[in-house]
């Protein structure tokens, strides 16, 4: 679209001059042509009516906005390819700001490959980042799958990650990013440690936002095989729960309740963690919740805590600016994850199938995995940043061989039952396959989702190998 604007303004002078130039009685050809000379200063008689005066003075201006647009198309080009060629480079696609700001952040990294319409190619880059709406995102992307094969693309979707198929395309969710990021800088082991792992934590608000950090906080808040954490919902949640029916195999019980949380204040002020993940009117419900609770803390997900200066109690408000640090460059594009999950997967597939372990191998095993494989690696790597502060706070060894027994037994658990609650949210259950293997993803049915103390001595030390080699990472010898 923007190409085409600059198309116009460039032939503006050109059609009100050969308009006005015809309009005098003057011949096509010849109104062409000296329509086409006033761009280089030759039209020196004098103009017959206002339009080919117009034109007369346009013209130059519009020869030197095209050299200038030129020149700096030019610059862009020569700017792109040596950022293409050092293999830094990322393109950013999509509407403004988001674009703008991704590409100020980025620095000399970011090409700004502009908007979804008709004339937009895909420039050479390392890596790619495509914003915007999901069906935009979606539409460009498959338009150009194989251009973009072999780059990582990182595209903004509400689509569950593990639901896409191919191996570079990493789906980014500002609010999944919030809720990865958020449990882990929460220090939820530490409330939860002093309350023997008996806890509730409250959620005020139900839309995205709130969907993801209960996805999280289940997958990563495990702690002890013991531990009792509730997750009390309060907002329109009919449509997650009759999508999850497996969340009733999930020790931490998940209740959701049907009443506004004005309704029922004691189990608001027993709580000892409340969130406030609704957007809509956001300053007033929280004026009430400070007005009707005593609770020490609540936490807030909005964009700053400026809005909420002038509220009695506001020391009280723990504000997390969720989308200023979802759209930071190195939550988006961080790979140690990834990498992590990437190694965890060839481990197994060195175990199991005798594959060698070389970074060719990696990416070759990583790309045949499903979209359910590869993320369930993820899931593990992610838990791993949880299962490091925990053994921290335990003054427990990070080094794999200094750990006892017990110690190692304790993590195995924890990992086993991070496993089966990342199945039961994909809806997975436990079930004997007719094909004889221990699963049949057709059926989402897996052998192994029973409690860690029920299994077999193999499928136990699969968990004790995930443990030593995600702790091996720490000292370089994956």
Not at 31 to 40: D, P, R
Not at 316 to 332: C, D, G, S, V
């Amino acid at each position: 679209m923007k190409h085409n604007l600059k198309k116009c303004i460039l032939l503006l002078p050109f059609i009100l001059g050969v308009t006005g130039l015809l309009s005098s009685g003057m011949h096509v050809p010849d109104a062409l042509f000296q329509s086409f000379e006033m761009y280089f200063l030759n039209y020196i008689t004098t103009p017959p009516n206002i339009l080919v005066e117009i034109a007369r003075w346009l013209a130059p201006l519009a020869t030197a906005g095209g050299i200038l647009l030129a020149l700096s198309e030019l610059k862009n080009r020569v700017r792109n390819y040596i950022l293409y060629r050092r293999g830094n480079s990322i393109a950013v696609y999509g509407p403004q700001p988001h674009r703008q700001e991704l590409l100020s952040k980025l620095a000399k990294g970011g090409i700004d490959a502009g908007d979804y319409d008709a004339d937009t190619v895909v420039v050479r880059a390392q890596d790619y980042l495509l914003l915007g709406e999901q069906r935009d995102t979606i539409k460009f992307y498959t338009e150009n799958r194989e251009k973009l094969s072999g780059h990582t693309v990182y595209m903004q979707a509400e689509l569950p990650a593990q639901s896409v198929s191919d191996a570079k395309l990493r789906l980014f969710c500002p609010e999944e990013t919030t809720a990865r990021l958020y449990w882990k800088q929460r220090d939820i082991y530490q409330i939860s440690a002093q309350n023997n792992h008996k806890v509730k934590i409250i959620f005020v608000g139900f839309g995205t936002l709130g969907q993801q950090l209960l996805n999280y906080a289940l997958l990563d808040n495990i702690f002890d095989p013991d531990q009792t954490i509730e997750y009390h919902i309060f907002g329109a949640s009919d449509r997650y729960s009759a999508t999850h029916p497996e969340l009733d195999k999930i020790s931490d019980p998940v209740i959701f309740h049907t009443g506004q949380w004005y309704e029922d204040l004691c189990l608001l002020e027993e709580a000892k963690l409340v969130l406030v993940c609704e957007q809509i009117d956001q300053f007033n419900l929280v004026q009430n919740m400070l007005s009707a609770l005593t609770v020490p803390v609540i936490d807030v997900f909005a964009a700053d805590g400026v809005t909420f200066d002038l509220l009695e109690g506001k020391n009280r408000l723990r504000f997390y600016p969720w989308q200023q640090l979802a759209w930071e460059p190195a939550n988006i594009f961080s790979s140690t994850m990834f990498e992590q999950a990437m190694e965890l997967n060839l481990h197994y597939a060195h175990l199991y199938n005798g594959i060698r372990k070389t970074p060719e191998n990696r990416d070759s095993e990583w790309a045949k995995l499903d979209g359910f494989t590869r993320y369930s690696n993820v899931s593990a790597a992610d838990y791993h940043d949880i299962r490091l502060h925990m053994m921290e706070k335990l003054g427990w060894p990070e080094d794999a061989k200094e750990l006892s027994s017990r110690q190692l037994e304790f993590l195995a658990e924890l990992e086993h039952i991070r496993w089966c609650r990342y199945h039961h949210l994909n809806n997975w259950k436990h079930g004997i396959p007719e094909n004889g293997k221990h699963k049949d993803p057709a059926r989402r049915i897996h052998v192994d989702l029973i409690p860690y103390g029920d299994l077999d001595e193999p499928t136990k030390q699969k968990d004790r190998d995930n443990i030593l080699l995600l702790l091996s990472f720490l000292h370089g010898k994956s």
